[in-house]
């Protein structure tokens, strides 16, 4: 079983792709050589194959990292389930990930929802969607620092902040309150719950 996030970069077209392309491409290459494991098509549209473990966490890392340059954003569909055909590249495989995946975002363009999960299991995916409509809430809403900040603590999980802080050039009591601000305690805990229900699927 496999993950597949299928993504699009919200307001491309008022940023110069110079200032984000070779950040999502650095960040992909940790999951493998392009186009195998991930593939940037049509200007501003991605797809990038994960373990399922690591998809919701990978797809919370890609979102901090974007809005932590200003007026960007990214909308993506998350797809769980068997890869059963193998093609040239990630946007040529097949199987139900890629279809979940596909036919998922597809959806959150109508929705005007910018993240959602498909594990092909009703009960599960209504639940996972809910969290994750509740803390969309408050991280589309992220400000650049907040973003910032998510990025580097997803990064280094086990620096502290007066580490954070020397990375960041900023004292310790700003990092507590920006941790505060972008709500990183609850962010942790749909992660950790996330990751509990996908082992058991």
């Known amino acids: 079983m496999i993950a597949i996030i299928t993504g699009d970069i919200i307001n491309s077209e008022n940023h110069p792709s110079s200032e984000w392309i070779d950040l999502l491409k650095k960040y992909f290459n940790q999951f493998g050589a392009s186009p195998m494991n991930w593939e940037i098509y049509r200007g501003d549209e991605f797809q990038l ?4 473990k690591n998809a919701l966490f990978t797809a919370i890392r890609i979102k901090a990292m974007l809005k932590a340059i200003k ?9 769980i389930g068997l890869e059963t055909y193998v093609g040239k590249g990630v946007t040529e495989s097949n199987g139900p990930a890629y279809q979940r995946s596909g036919r998922n975002f597809e959806l959150l363009k109508e929705s005007k929802v910018n993240l959602s999960i498909a594990t092909g299991i009703e009960e599960q995916d209504r639940t996972l969607n809910l969290m994750l409509q509740l803390a969309l809430d408050f991280m589309d809403d992220w400000s650049v620092v907040s973003a910032e900040i998510v990025t580097l ?31 990183l305690d609850l962010v ?8 509990k229900v996908i082992t058991e699927i």
Not at 49 to 52: A, L, N, W
Not at 154 to 180: C, E, F, M, N, T
Not at 188 to 195: K, Q
Request: proline share 2%.
């Open 49 to 52: 194959k994960v373990t399922k």
């Open 71 to 79: 007026g960007l954003d990214v909308r993506m569909g998350i797809g």
């Open 153 to 183: 603590v997803l990064d280094y999980p086990i620096d502290s902040q007066k580490q954070i802080a020397q990375k960041l050039g900023i004292k310790q009591s700003a990092v507590s309150q920006r941790l505060k601000r972008a709500r």
């Open 188 to 195: 942790l805990d749909v992660l950790s719950y996330y990751e």
